[in-house]
């Protein structure tokens, strides 16, 4: 079979370090045994425009395999041109890059490796919450030209105990995370999703549910947001909604970038509606580098906690998902069952409820 990966460029970083498994060097480790069972792997990063390698190769390829750190583009039209293509494959978690109503009618399988950096992801969650509270990038810049005006970083800067946080989704990463928070004694611990959380694990937690998103907003000093981004959250977080978030809340979003309005959050943040805004996702990625999230400061010059797609890819997570990836091809191969967590869209209809209520 022709199996077509879409990675990212690791460059010397990837020469050096082997353990960079998603890049186009290290190929997820899966390139001999690929070839020793027969198969043809292809691998790029280089994956816009209809002269690129992704989209010349789509046509003829039974096998896709993407991160969502380098996301390979699947859209609807793609997915008419790829005749041979059967099953797709997310080295990680999240397949928003993917039609997924596209592969349900054509009868194309999508799975992802559910679970593999999900505690990667909640740790940055909760170093991005700490980060944007306690006012943390300024202070280490003011440190970095030389200065040393302690009033300066210390007026803007807070402590997490006594805060209300609220998570936008209360899945894996979204429950990891208030699990994490536990220890920091935050006022209360919200949150918002349309499947309730199990009685024990809310408890576990002590985490309310909140059923209307702008009485969520309201209430929640920090907000974080762990959703995928479907037809029913694109968007979710834009001017309307900023409207109704608290004053000077802090947002931290490692779910999908689109899940926000780029230039509604840019504004709220430089207008002093919300003090900060975290993560790693963009709407486009990678992010062109006028991106107003790049430079977006807050009134008093701080509030950005801004970094590439990376929570999801450290060295742990890679040899997670790399091994989750050769899982899933040999159960394709072998005619085997896929772990029921990991499908995402099955043999022409949704397996999962986390991609919007259908
Ligand atoms: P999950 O499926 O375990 O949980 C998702 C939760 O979101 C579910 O409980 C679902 O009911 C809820 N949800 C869906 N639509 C919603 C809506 N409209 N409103 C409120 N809640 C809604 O998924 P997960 O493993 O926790 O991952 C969540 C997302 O995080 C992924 O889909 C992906 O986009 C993102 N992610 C990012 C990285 C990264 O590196 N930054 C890594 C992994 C995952």
Not at 211 to 235: A, M, W, Y
Request: charged share 20%.
């Amino acid at each position: 079979m022709k199996v077509l990966a879409i990675l990212y460029k690791g460059g010397s970083a990837a020469e050096q370090e082997p353990r960079l498994l998603g890049t186009i060097e290290n190929q997820l480790g899966i390139r001999d045994w690929l070839e020793s069972q027969g198969h043809t792997l292809i691998v790029t990063d280089d994956k816009e425009g209809p002269n690129s390698v992704f989209q010349k190769n789509i046509v003829d390829a039974d096998i896709l395999i993407t991160t969502p750190f380098h996301p390979g583009y699947l859209t609807g039209d793609l997915v008419s041109k790829a005749k041979n293509l059967k099953l797709c494959v997310t080295a990680g978690v999240g397949s928003d890059h993917i039609d997924l109503n596209a592969c349900v009618d054509r009868k194309i399988q999508v799975l992802e490796v559910t679970g593999s950096n999900v505690v990667s992801v909640a740790e940055h969650v909760v170093m991005s919450i700490l980060l944007l509270v306690r006012n943390f990038v300024p202070a280490h810049e003011m440190i970095e030209r030389g200065d040393w005006m302690v009033s300066e970083v210390a007026r803007n800067a807070f402590d997490l105990e006594g805060k209300v946080v609220g998570t936008l989704g209360a899945g894996r990463i979204g429950y990891r995370v208030l699990q994490r928070l536990l220890p920091f004694n935050c006022k209360e611990l919200l949150y918002y999703d349309y499947a309730a959380l199990p009685a024990d694990a809310a408890k576990a937690v002590g985490a309310r549910r909140v059923e209307d998103l702008k009485d969520f907003v309201s209430q929640c000093d920090v907000i974080t947001i762990n959703c995928p981004l479907h037809e029913g959250t694109r968007g979710l977080v834009n001017a309307e909604l900023l409207k109704h978030v608290k004053k000077g809340a802090w947002i931290v979003n490692t779910a999908r970038g689109a899940i926000c309005d780029k230039d509604a959050i840019a504004e709220a943040l430089k207008a002093g509606q919300i003090n900060g805004y975290a993560g790693d996702v963009w709407n486009v990625q990678p992010a062109p580098k006028d991106h107003p999230w790049r430079t977006m400061k807050n009134p008093i010059g701080g509030g950005n906690g801004m970094v590439p797609h990376y929570s999801g890819t450290t060295l742990d997570a890679q040899a997670r998902y790399a091994a989750g990836t050769k899982s899933i091809l040999e159960n394709f191969f072998n005619n085997k069952p896929q772990e029921p967590a990991n499908v995402i869209v099955g043999i022409g209809k949704y397996e999962t409820k986390a991609y919007g209520q259908r």
